[in-house]
Structure formats: structure tokens, C-alpha cells
């Protein structure tokens, strides 16, 4: 039976955005060898989750390499679970929806993996997957990783954007953003976790509000179509040095029109994100990234012109 490429609401935003692409093979319901290859290899999963209320939520599982496998094409196995203290964590629940990113920062290389989850059990848990597609290399700055064993310390929750949160958005070159499909909106719905990059600073803070500039990528409106229909969201940033993981759940509004974005060279568009509350993970990750180039697409992008 053939499963539909996206949602009402994606091609909607497509519509909104640089005109519907229609259905495409490169979005399967199951994984290709080269993906489940891929995933085998990675250090770190990056894990979208919707929590009791509905929410999006957003958060990192690391391990050796073969920590995430699968069993055959359509089941993904992940090796970890997050720690009590983690928002996350009691989203990963049997029936929830949920998505995953795999990114090799070193090659630049990411793919998505969404699903429900079939299993949960004492050493991970279990995705039945449907949709599995790739992502183009663009804004991503290379870095090579290494094992770092770290003393985690405990999570730390806040309100909006403290000042500690606030010091690491706006030195960050990479973000990761949860959302989910509102409900009823099809079989191509549910959670879904993707990438944004730039330059340091390319998001713009202000108060409890984050801007974000919306770069031409591969067209899909994975993430701004689900937001469509579904404001909420969560946000994960990594320090890539120390391991702190910082997550933010708010709701989000695209500019469409563009108004904000015309302060950011090469951005179409933009979106804002109100955040409402956060929590940071001190050495929640024991990896050490060192960084290397810059992703060349970023030439000709930004800075924000202006003040906050």
C-alpha cells in the first residue's frame, strides 16, 4: 500500500514556501542498507519524544558505536535510555511517537528515522519505523568526536531563558528542534527531530525569545509544516566542549512573509520560539567534539542586522 510522502500541513508549508514537491522515493517506510549501516556507526542519537501533555521533547542518547542497530528494515533497536532527571525520559513510552536523527558530523551525513515505540525495556527500547529518509549536508560544521568520560551532575530546570542559557545560544553554530504533526492529519504525521546551523550567533535572542533564520535545505518543510498545525516544540543544544545539554520547550510562529528575516542575509524566512521553561544537563554527554570547518554553505549568511 503506499504510504503518502508528507502530511496536509508540510504541503501546505510548501505551498507557503518554494512550491509543493509532491510524493518522492527518497522518503521510505523502511530503512535502506546504507542507513541502517550508517546508524550502526554513530556515537550519539538525537531523539525527539512527545511527553504526557503532548509536548515535544528533545534530548541526546550516547553510546559506543553499535549502540543503535536494526534488526531487519523496518525496526530500529537503541541500546540506551536517558536517565530519570532527563524531561525525556518518561516519554519513551510503548505506543508514543517518536523521531530520530543520526548525524556524522565528521562526513557531515544525516538521517531521519521516524516511528512509534514498539518497546521499552530495562537496556532501551524499540522503534517500529515509518519513514526513513536523508537530509542534504548543508549548514552542518564538521567535528570529530571523541569518548570523554564524564561525572554527569544533576538536571537543572528554569524558567524561559536564563542568563546561562542565553551565553550558550548565542555562541552556538548548531540547534536541533522536536516537533510533532497535530493530530488526525494523516499516516505521513507524527514526531520528527531535525537540524539547524550557521554561524555563531545565528540565532537571535531576545527576552525568552529565540529567532531563528530559515535557510533554502532540501525543500521537504518537515519541521515548519508539523509547526503549522502544531506550535509547540522543543529545542536541544550541545555544548560541544564540556557535554551540558540545554533543552527548551515553548510554542513557535513562522514569519512567512519574511519581515524578520530580511535582517539575515540568504534566509527566506524565519520562525520565533517563546520559550516557556528549560532544563540543563551538566556532562549529560561523554563525548568531546573538536571542531573543525565551517559548513561552506554559510558564506553569504547573517549575521542578524540589528540589535535584538
Known sequence: MHAPSFHADEIAAQRLGDGVIGDTPAIRTFMPEQHRTFFAGLPMLLVGAVDADGWPIATALAGRPGFVSTPDPETLRVAALPPSDDPAASALRPGAEIGLLGLDFGTR??????GRIAAVDAGGFTVAVEQSFGNCPKYIRRREA????????????????????????????????ATRARDGVGPAGGADISHRGGSPGFVRVDGDVLTIPDL??????????????????????????????????????????????????GARRSWSFRALRGWRRPAALPLRWRPLDPSPFLAGTGPWAGPA
Open 146 to 177: 571523541e569518548a570523554e568520560p564524564r561525572a554527569g551532575g544533576p538536571a537543572e530546570s528554569f524558567r524561559g531563558v536564563d542568563a546561562r542559557a542565553r551565553a550558550l545560544i548565542a555562541s552556538a553554530d548548531t540547534l536541533f528542534v
Open 109 to 114: 551525513r544525516r538521517n531521519r528515522a521516524n
Open 216 to 265: 533554502p535545505g532540501n525543500r521537504y518543510f518537515n519541521t515548519l509544516g508539523n509547526l503549522v498545525g502544531e506550535p509547540r516544540a522543543s529545542l536541544l543544544l550541545v555544548d560541544f566542549e564540556s557535554g551540558d545539554l540545554l533543552t527548551l520547550q515553548g510554542e513557535a510562529e513562522i514569519d512567512w512573509d519574511g519581515r524578520e528575516a530580511a535582517g539575515f542575509a
